[in-house]
């Protein structure tokens, strides 16, 4: 059976000759590979010609077979080269191991980072400097474990411009907030406040894990598709997990008093803001209620009683 590869313009890439309709994608691209060796399998991206009235053309996932599309003999797909890959574990994996390692090169080296200003300012750390740096840790390596042994990606890879961009916010905000919350002359709030919204923030941060751990069984290996979010708080919140890490960070900055960890909170609920309204409205479209699919119930989106 051969099938037509042409690039997003028309012009023709190359043709195919695979073994027949029940030939999965996956073993498709792994032959347009070998026909194109720039183009290893997870830069493809295969779609098929638009329709008369369709908008955005239907993409193959790479467990389905060429069947499952209505391919046959002659059948024509357009191909996207989405650039340079890297895998979304690795992009994660170094965009929170850079904030592990920056934020505390601040706190034990202080006279590389403040010449001079030893002698003016109280010796030793505060105890919200201290707590901050334990928090802070314990963030990223919570983290960095679920990406490892928690989370389940739909995508397998992202474009490689992307660890550059994440890392660069990651490991900028980490100098940033650790400049100044281990500044010399930083001064702390009161005792009280520190430790109250520390371990608040601490239960924020094990709500965000049991979320977290909910999401990871919702799909089973292998198993595409969407499902409804269910139990603790997900009965009540849409991105319940982007919630916790939202509050979590507010009570980080309460607990320090520090306008760099407010600018730092207020840039991340802003970017998880978008991604709560994408996928609430995703989750809505598709759990519609119509032809036996499930109605989705009525949820806040991320951060009650704002919205």
């Known amino acids: 059976m051969k099938l037509k590869i042409v690039s997003r313009s028309g012009n023709q890439v190359c043709e195919l000759d695979v073994a027949g309709a029940d030939e999965t994608v996956s073993e498709m691209k792994k032959q347009l590979h070998q026909v194109k060796k720039k183009l290893y399998p997870s830069r493809q991206r295969l779609t098929l010609p638009l329709k008369a009235g369709e908008t955005r053309a239907t993409a193959l996932e790479n467990g389905a077979k060429l069947s499952d599309y209505g391919l ?5 797909l357009q191909l996207k080269d989405l650039g340079p890959q890297v895998g979304y574990a690795t992009v994660f994996f170094w965009e929170y191991f850079g904030p592990l390692i920056v934020y505390p090169l601040f706190y034990f080296f202080p006279k590389v980072f403040y010449p001079g200003m030893r002698s003016e ?5 505060h105890l919200a400097q201290h707590l901050a740096l334990y928090y802070w840790s314990f963030h990223y390596i919570k983290r960095i474990l679920e990406t490892f042994y928690v989370h389940k ?3 397998d890879t992202m474009p490689v411009a992307n660890l550059f961009r994440n890392s660069a916010y990651y490991w900028g905000f980490a100098a940033f907030v650790s400049y100044f919350i281990n500044h010399p002359l930083y001064t702390p709030p009161r005792v009280e406040q520190t430790l109250v919204a520390f371990a608040l923030a601490m239960v924020c941060q094990l709500c965000n894990f049991r979320c977290h751990l909910i ?3 919702l799909r089973k290996p292998g198993e595409k598709g969407y499902k409804i979010p269910r139990g603790f708080l997900f009965e009540y919140i849409t991105c ?3 919630t916790m890490e939202v509050w979590g960070w507010v009570l980080f900055t ?3 008093q520090a306008l760099p960890a407010a600018i730092f909170g207020t840039v991340g609920t802003l970017q998880m803001t978008q991604w709560a309204l994408q996928k609430h409205k995703r989750l809505r479209k598709i759990f519609d209620g119509k032809e036996g699919r499930p109605k989705y119930p ?4 991320m951060l009650p009683p704002l919205f």
Not at 72 to 76: E, L, P
Not at 298 to 301: K, L, N, P, Q, S
């Open 254 to 256: 309460i607990a320090v």
């Open 240 to 242: 319940a997990n982007y």
């Open 298 to 301: 009525r949820r806040w989106i």
């Open 153 to 155: 990606f739909g995508h």
């Open 215 to 217: 999401l990871s069984s």
């Open 121 to 125: 300012a109280p010796r030793g750390h």
């Open 72 to 76: 046959g003999d002659g059948s024509v």
